[in-house]
């Protein structure tokens, strides 16, 4: 059976950082594309970041020179390092395990930055 467990989430303060876990058992980690995506209350899940089975990564222009994405194949984990956090960057934040037609999601953690 598939999991992707996220963790990390929390309320932070503007200019404040987090990071973000997700660990991930029932699949051939290296193997998955691995991606964090955000949803916002009332708002579209939008992509934060992807990092592939080889480490290449590709951010969201919102996110550029604030978050870092990476990994651990060795653990089976995926990490998010938030910098710099804003308001807008309040949302849920879903793990995502993906290759060629299969996708799989975690629950969630929520991000709080309050205005």
């Known amino acids: 059976q598939v999991q992707l467990v996220e963790s990390g989430g929390g309320l932070v303060q503007p200019g404040g950082s987090l990071r973000l876990s997700c660990a991930a058992s029932g699949i051939t980690f290296s193997m998955y594309n691995m991606g964090w995506y955000r949803q916002a209350p009332g708002e579209q899940r939008e992509l934060v970041a992807v990092?592939?089975?080889?480490?290449?990564?590709n951010y969201a222009d919102s996110v550029k020179g604030r978050f870092t994405i990476s990994r651990d194949n060795a653990k089976n984990t995926m990490y998010l390092q938030m910098n710099s956090l804003k308001p807008e960057d309040t949302a849920v934040y879903y793990c995502?395990?993906?290759?060629?037609?299969?996708?799989?999601w975690g629950q969630g953690t929520q991000v709080t930055v309050p205005s």
């Open positions: 990092i592939a089975g080889g480490g290449g990564t």
């Open positions: 995502n395990a993906a290759i060629l037609r299969t996708s799989y």
